[in-house]
């Protein structure tokens, strides 16, 4: 009886081990053959202002050179839309605009920021309302001029300098003409 209980034990310990060696997790990793990831991150630079209230709308890429085309820009899927202070996201602070956006890899011509209504700045206590000057349309537009590679993993910071972007008129009036930097970093997925 002593050889059977301990045949079944030994039986069982094998098929426990099969069992156990023969189930793993295969790591699946996700490529993207014909398209990129974009993620798209938004800062400002200090400034004198107490604050900068920009209302985003949207982030788009330009991929097409004829801007007449309907198809030239392409909208993002924004994250962060709404009204940021910029006078507060300075340094090692950032906002998240667009989060790992796969995109078609191609040329990139330009990147923008739709701009709301919305915007205002505080200075010495005092607000302003901003007006953007026609010819920028509600939009401030960087030059890209990059080609997207599949696998990779593009991530661009839009650095919005406060100071150079705020113009206080003699007639009490304060535009808003956006000056942008924009840093790209480049990641290999694979």
């Not at 919005?160 to 113009?167: A, G, L, M, Q």
Request: hydrophobic share 40%; net charge negative.
């Amino acid at each position: 009886m002593k050889f059977l209980s301990r045949s079944k034990t030994i039986i069982y310990s094998v098929f426990f081990l099969f069992i156990v060696s023969s189930c793993s997790k295969e790591i699946e990793t996700e490529t993207f053959d014909n398209s990129s990831l974009i993620s798209v991150k938004l800062q400002g630079t200090q400034s004198l202002l107490n604050s900068a209230n920009i209302e985003i709308l949207d982030v788009q890429i330009k991929v097409l050179e004829e801007d007449s085309n309907p198809n030239a820009w392409v909208s993002l899927n924004t994250i962060n839309t709404g009204i940021h202070d910029l006078a507060n996201i300075t340094d090692d602070e950032v906002v998240t605009l667009v989060d790992f956006e796969e995109v078609p890899a191609g040329f990139v011509y330009n990147i923008k920021l739709v701009l709301g209504d919305r915007n205002a700045v505080v200075k010495n206590g005092v607000e302003y309302v901003l007006e953007i000057a026609p010819e920028h349309e509600n939009a401030s537009t960087n030059i890209v001029g990059k080609h997207l590679k599949t696998n990779v993993l593009y991530d661009f910071l839009i650095e919005f300098d406060i100071d150079r972007s705020v113009e206080f008129s003699s007639e009490g009036t304060v535009n808003l003409n956006p000056r942008m930097s924009t840093l790209l970093r480049r990641f290999e997925l694979f």
